[in-house]
T-cell receptor, first 116, second 116 residues
Framework: GAGVSQSPRYKVAKRGQDVALRCDPI?????LFWYQQALGQGPEFLTY????????KSGLPSDRFFAERPEGSVSTLKIQRTQQEDSAVYLC??????????????FGDGTRLSIL | AQKVTQAQTEISVVEKEDVTLDCVYE???????LFWYKQPPSGELVFLIR??????QNEISGRYSWNFQKSTSSFNFTITASQVVDSAVYFC?????????????FGTGTRLQVTL
């Protein structure tokens, strides 16, 4: 597709369950970002990939959060043993690699995760 | 550390009024980039503009204009003759200038409500 695609759009899980969120970036975009957006707040950075390499994971809140992008395209954000505070919208963004400056990040619609 | 402050939580205007959304930022980087994104009720973040720290020229795009002032660390956004379709949450964001991609630091957003 033309834009960043995320699935599922909504996810409800019981506390303690594992969840996996998928992101399909814009074709050809080498940079991929994950953000977490709590209700009424701005997005907060979780992790960044350049191709298949995870270059920055400083925003992951705990070791229950894990992200991968094994072939440098689709990425999966996994949350193990979910807790209620994990409830948020998870946004994925991609950008093209152009020397000379930070290119705009293009965002998907997000996955709204609710932990019961 | 980088920080973005959007002091206005919510603004309500009547259609055709002009409205300015404020953004103040903090960074120690000498090279950095500033962005504005729009988040309509559907949830997707829509890129509006990118500005680098070396270009202080104001920019106009249709009804939108941006005023970047390094001296006051501000990057304000004005919508002229607002329309109901402008109703959304608007985020100002900042990224560092090193490398070809960098994480975004967002403000908490300003919710704009335009009524007839």
């Amino acid at each position: 597709g033309a834009g960043v695609s995320q699935s599922p759009r909504y996810k409800v899980a019981k506390r303690g369950q594992d969840v996996a969120l998928r992101c399909d970036p814009i074709s050809g975009h080498v940079s991929l970002f994950w953000y977490q957006q709590a209700l009424g707040q701005g997005p907060e950075f979780l992790t960044y990939f350049q191709n298949e390499a995870q270059l920055d994971k400083s925003g992951l809140p705990s070791d229950r959060f894990f992200a991968e992008r094994p072939e440098g395209s689709v990425s999966t954000l996994k949350i193990q043993r979910t807790q209620q505070e994990d409830s948020a919208v998870y946004l994925c963004a991609s950008s093209s690699r152009v020397l000379g400056g930070n290119q705009p990040q293009h965002f998907g619609d997000g996955t709204r995760l609710s932990i019961l | 550390a980088q920080k973005v402050t959007q002091a206005q939580t919510e603004i309500s205007v009547v259609e055709k009024e002009d409205v300015t959304l404020d953004c103040v930022y903090e960074t120690r980087d000498t090279t950095y980039y500033l962005f504005w994104y729009k988040q309509p009720p559907s949830g997707e973040l829509v890129f509006l503009i990118r500005r680098n720290s070396f270009d202080e020229q104001n920019e106009i795009s249709g009804r939108y204009s941006w005023n970047f002032q390094k001296s006051t660390s501000s990057f304000n956004f004005t919508i002229t003759a607002s329309q109901v379709v402008d109703s959304a949450v608007y985020f100002c964001a900042l990224s560092g200038g090193t490398g070809t991609a960098s994480k975004l630091t967002f403000g908490t957003g300003t919710r704009l409500q335009v009524t007839l």
